[in-house]
């Protein structure tokens, strides 16, 4: 009886998958799109690329691109476009166009939080919380915690030997983080203070970004350990999952620091200070915004989820920016000399604000040119038309179909930017709306970056006075270090090992 059951399967199975295979590859309405055969036929085409390490499916779309043209079919049921004028079409102020129903936006770890949330008028109303706090006048409000993490930074940097080498990667991470948890709360976590910048939880921080990718294919697995493992006393998850343990440690200092707000006295009844956090801004405006139904968990969940995007996005357009200039001599100089100028006096604990440093014609096209290179999130962005199918170069995509674009297929792409794998901030000196317009660093529409006034700021204040109080000279980095793949975040092979020496005012 037994074995005639498992015959049967043996035959049943290839069976059944052939004839998927076939209608996936004639019948389905996704069949006229160009793209690999094995994609069409299963999802683990992209999981060949996405699950070694090494490789990424996202650099192999973007070879996939050259091949097949702008409208690429990348999984059984989704594509990827590379075209500018659909770009548009999807991320517009007030677009229809919502997130998908992907792995990506379903991260246990994430649940709660405003990233993991599809409907659109429920993201609106979350976000929007928050937005007002980000605005470019607001960060300009709470720039001094900002600038408090910064001067720790750079006056740490300092107290190095001359000569040091240093590990930025790690340091700019330490620094991001301690930024983002002080302007949420007016209260680092104190990575900065960790010696060599090589703090265990921005480790485990690292180590959790690497294991998305599994994430992506095998989410129910993913999940059921999530919640498997958060039954286990503490001190057993450090043991056997410390990237767990870190990510659970971070997530209750976040949670922790939302209580401590939600319990004091004043918060429900004082008017919007400059002088608060940004989460006791938030919470004090909460009962106006009639936002009041929020819960302390899915504050705690958003707390955890600026801390995540907060830190190794900026940090690594800072690390990929600092590496292509320690190898570019001419725009170091260039670069140095604007902000000697400047800046006479580097080492004042009055440092020039974001909005004095944006006047700097250099600098600002360094920043451009480091966003554009040196991504701070490199994943596909899934998106979907809820009502009506969508119409893309004589091809139509069903309602319902994951529509994906992503950032570096842009920024890679000649045809948005002339020699478009090289570093050169020149281009952004004489720079037409078209190329601002072809920046697609932080999406635009519903869902963009929450963020991105405090990534400028900090972008600007880091890169000017890191370039101003030393001189930098790579310490054997290689480009093979460099390399990234797509874990969201790009997640380099090696760390940035660069030698600092102070430089006299
Ligand atoms: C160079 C720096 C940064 C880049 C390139 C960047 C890029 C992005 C991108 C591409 C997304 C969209 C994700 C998607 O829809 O799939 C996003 C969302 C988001 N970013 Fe940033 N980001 C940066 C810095 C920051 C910072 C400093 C924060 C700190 C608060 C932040 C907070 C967020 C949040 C909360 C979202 C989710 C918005 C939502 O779900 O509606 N980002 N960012």
Known sequence: MFSVTVTSLLIAVPILWALRAFYRLFLHPLAAIPGPRWAAITSMYGGWYDLRAGTDYTRKIIKLHEQYGPVVRTFPNQVHILDMKSYDEIFKTGSKFHRADNPIYANPVMEGSAFNIREPSAARMRRGIYLPFFSR???????????????????????????????????FKCMTADVIMEYCFKKSLGFLDAEHFQHSLILALDNWFKELPKLWYFPNVQIFMFHAIGLLPEKTVEKIVPVMAGTMWVKKQCSDRVRELLEAEDVGTTLKSSNRSMFAN?????????????????????????????????????????????NNEEARRKLKKELQDYIPNARSDHLRTW??????????????????????????????????????HGYTIPKGTP???????????????????????????????????????????????????????????????????????????????????????????????????????
């Open 137 to 171: 006048q607001s960060i300009q409000q709470l720039e001094p915690l900002i600038q408090k993490q910064m001067l720790k930074f750079l006056d740490g940097l300092e107290r190095k030997p001359a000569g040091s080498v240093v590990d930025l990667t790690m340091g």
């Open 282 to 326: 938030a919470i004090s405006i909460m009962p106006q915004t009639g936002a009041t139904r929020i819960t302390e968990e899915q504050l705690g969940s958003d707390a955890y989820l600026f801390f995540a995007a907060g830190t190794d996005t900026t940090s690594n357009t800072l690390a990929f920016g600092t590496w292509y200039l320690v």
């Open 355 to 392: 909005q004095e440093l944006e006047k700097l014609p250099y600098l600002s096209a360094v920043i451009k040119e480091s966003l554009r290179l040196g991504f701070g999130a490199v994943h596909r962005q899934p998106r979907v038309a809820p009502d009506s199918d969508y119409a893309v």
């Open 403 to 505: 529509i994906s674009h992503s950032t570096p297929a842009y920024h890679l792409c000649d045809t948005y930017f002339k020699d478009a794998n090289s570093f050169v901030p020149e281009r952004w000196l004489e720079a037409s709306t078209d190329l601002e317009h072809n920046m697609v660093s932080f999406p635009r529409g519903p869902r963009s970056c929450i963020g991105q006034n405090l990534a400028y700021a900090e972008l600007y204040l880091a890169f000017a006075y890191m370039f101003r109080r030393f001189d930098m000279k790579n310490a054997g980095t290689t480009a093979e270090d460099m390399m990234w793949t797509d874990c969201i975040v790009p997640v380099t092979k090696a760390h940035l090992k660069v030698k600092l020496t102070p430089v006299s005012e």
